[in-house]
C-alpha cells in the first residue's frame, strides 16, 4: 500500500449505497446446522397412525385367509404388534389397503406404469398377499392408460396374402411417394404402378396438387392405354383414392362402375419394397442437388423390369413378352441371323412363365405369412375393443411419439371378411373416420376393476386426433384389403 498515494475518509453508514459483505458487521445466527438437521428429521419422520393399524388389524380377523394365521401366526410368519409380515414382508389383507398398494406401485408416477413383471417385483419387495401374482397381472393388463399408451407385442388376426393373380394386369398395386426434391418443371411426387403377377412397374412422375380427375387422366394415359382396365388396384385408401377417381376414371371411359372400396391398414408390400428398391437407384445417380431424379426415371423403369424378379424368378418382361428385350451386350456379341421367330416359341415361354411365377408367388406369400408376428383372433359384436392410433391424423401442435398408441373403447357393430374386419360405433367426434377397420387396428379392452367405462365416449386422449376424412368414402366395405375392386357394367 506504500507505493500508492491515498486518503481515508469516513463514509456514513447510509451513504454508503453499494455495500458489501466487508462493510457490514456479521450477526449471529439464530439456529445451528445440528438445529436445522434436527428439525429436518422430525419434518421428514413417517409414520402410521394407530388408525391405520386398527383398521389393518380387523382387516386380518375379516380376512378368510390371514385370520387364522394372524390369531396364531406359524412360521414363516410373524407378528409385530398389529402387523402381520411374511418373511419379512407385511402381509396385506384383502380391502382398500390392498387396491392402494397396487395404485401406488403401477398407476403413480412412482410406479410408472411398468409392466406387469416390474411391478410384481417392486411389490414383492415389501409386501405379501395370497394369489398376489394372478391380482397384480389382472390390474395390470386392465390399466386403461397401458392399454391406451403401450404398443401391442403382436398384431392380431392371421395373415391373409393376396393371391396370384390368373392374369396380367389384373390386379394391380398402385401408390405414391412424396416430398421428393421439386423438379425444375414442378415435379416432386412419384406414382408406382405394379402388376400382381408380372411385377412389370411403371414409374410416373407427378406434382403434388393433383386432384382425383388428375389421377384419372394420368391412370388413362400410362396405365389404361397399354394394359386396359384393371379387376382390382390394392393401394392405401388415400383421398386420391376415393370414389371420386373412379368417377373421374368413369367419365374418361364412358363406362358404369360399380365400386366397393376397403381398407388393409398395413401397407402393401409390393409398392413398399418397389418404393426402396427404386429410392436406392435413384440414390445413385441424383447429383447433390437431388433436383434431376426425373430424367432418371425412363432408364430406371427399365432395369427394373428387365431383372429377376426375386418372386417370380423371371424377369417382368421375360414373363410379359415371352423373351427379354434386346439389349446392347446381345446386339454386340450375337448374330441377328440367328433368330427364332415362331410365334409358338413366344407363346410356350409366356405360358411357362406364367406357370412359374403362379407358383413361385405362391410360395413366397407362405414363407412371409409364416414370418409374421401375428395371433389367431376373432372379435365378437359388441364387444369392447381399442383402435389403433397409426393412422389417425394428428391435430396440429400435438407429437406422434407422446400420443396414445390407441383409443377407446369402441363398440363392435358389425364382422365383415371372415373376422378380419369390424365395423365400430365411432362417437361423433370422429364421424369422419371410416368406420371400418381391419384386425390388427384392434386389440380387446380389459374393463378395469375400480372404473367404470362409458363405450364410445371421447377422452381427453381421442381429443388429439383430428375428425379427418381419413378412409371415407360414401360406399360400403366389403373386403378386409386395401382393395378398390371394379366391375363393368
Known amino acids: 500500500m506504500r507505493e500508492f498515494n491515498y486518503q481515508i475518509k469516513y463514509l456514513k453508514g447510509k451513504s454508503n449505497i453499494v455495500s458489501d459483505a466487508f462493510s457490514r458487521k456479521p450477526k449471529k445466527s439464530v439456529h445451528t446446522s445440528s438445529d ?8 421428514t419422520k413417517v409414520s402410521v397412525s394407530n388408525e391405520t393399524l386398527n383398521i389393518l388389524k380387523q382387516q386380518y380377523l375379516a380376512d378368510n385367509f390371514f385370520k387364522n394365521i394372524f390369531e396364531n401366526v406359524p412360521p414363516p410368519y410373524r407378528r409385530k404388534g ?7 414382508r407385511l402381509c396385506i389383507p384383502e380391502g382398500a389397503l390392498r387396491q392402494n398398494i397396487l395404485h401406488d ?46 404398443s401391442a407385442n403382436r398384431t392380431l388376426g392371421e395373415p391373409r396374402p393376396f393371391p396370384p393373380p390368373e392374369k396380367k394386369w389384373e390386379v394391380i398395386s398402385m401408390d405414391f411417394m412424396f416430398k421428393l426434391p421439386r423438379t425444375k418443371d414442378g415435379y416432386s411426387a412419384l406414382l408406382v404402378v405394379v402388376d400382381k403377377l408380372s411385377k412389370r412397374a411403371h414409374l410416373i412422375p407427378l406434382t403434388t396438387n393433383h386432384k382425383s380427375e388428375d389421377i384419372a387422366e394420368v391412370f388413362y394415359k400410362e396405365i389404361y392405354k397399354h394394359h386396359g382396365l384393371p379387376r382390382k388396384i390394392i393401394s392405401d385408401r388415400d383421398t386420391r383414392f376415393t370414389s371420386d377417381f373412379w368417377k373421374e376414371l368413369a367419365k374418361i371411359l364412358d363406362i358404369k362402375l360399380n365400386l366397393s372400396t376397403a381398407f388393409h391398414p398395413q401397407t402393401d408390400g409390393q409398392s413398399e419394397r418397389m418404393f426402396r428398391t427404386i429410392q436406392e437407384m435413384i440414390r445413385c445417380f441424383v447429383s447433390h442437388t437431388q433436383k434431376d431424379w426425373k430424367k432418371y426415371l425412363p432408364g430406371l423403369e427399365y432395369s427394373y423390369n428387365n431383372h429377376l424378379n426375386d418372386s417370380t424368378k423371371i424377369s417382368p418382361f421375360f414373363l410379359e413378352y415371352g ?39 405362391q410360395q413366397a406369400n ?5 414370418l409374421q408376428n401375428t395371433v389367431p383372433y376373432e372379435f365378437e359384436v359388441g364387444e369392447k375393443v381399442l383402435l389403433s392410433t397409426k393412422h389417425l391424423p394428428l391435430k396440429t401442435g400435438r407429437v406422434k411419439k407422446f400420443t ?3 383409443i377407446g373403447p369402441f363398440i363392435i357393430t358389425a364382422k365383415l371378411a371372415d373376422g378380419q374386419a369390424y365395423r365400430l360405433k365411432l362417437p361423433r367426434e370422429l364421424n369422419r373416420i371410416h368406420s371400418t377397420f381391419h384386425i390388427s387396428l384392434l386389440k380387446p379392452f380389459a374393463q378395469p376393476a375400480d372404473e367404470s367405462i362409458e363405450p364410445n365416449k371421447i377422452s381427453d386422449h381421442t381429443k388429439a386426433f383430428q375428425s379427418h376424412s381419413y378412409g371415407r368414402t360414401n360406399v360400403e366395405d366389403e373386403h378386409s384389403s386395401k382393395t378398390a375392386e371394379v366391375v363393368t357394367d
Open 36 to 43: 436445522i438437521i434436527r428439525k429436518l428429521l422430525v419434518l
Open 323 to 361: 423373351q427379354n428385350p434386346l439389349s446392347f451386350p446381345e446386339i454386340l456379341f450375337t448374330d441377328d441371323s440367328v433368330t427364332d421367330t415362331e410365334p409358338k416359341w413366344f407363346l410356350e415361354n409366356i405360358n411357362k412363365a406364367t406357370k412359374i411365377a403362379r407358383s413361385s408367388i
Open 366 to 370: 407362405t414363407r412371409n405369412a409364416d
Open 404 to 406: 396414445s398408441k390407441f
Open 82 to 88: 398389529k402387523r402381520l409380515y411374511f418373511e419379512n
Open 105 to 150: 406401485h403401477h398407476t403413480s408416477v412412482y410406479g410408472g406404469h411398468r409392466g406387469y413383471n416390474k411391478t410384481n417385483s417392486l411389490i414383492k419387495r415389501n409386501f405379501f398377499w395370497p394369489n398376489m401374482k394372478q391380482e397384480i397381472k389382472a390390474y395390470t393388463d386392465s390399466c386403461r392408460k397401458c392399454q391406451e399408451s403401450k
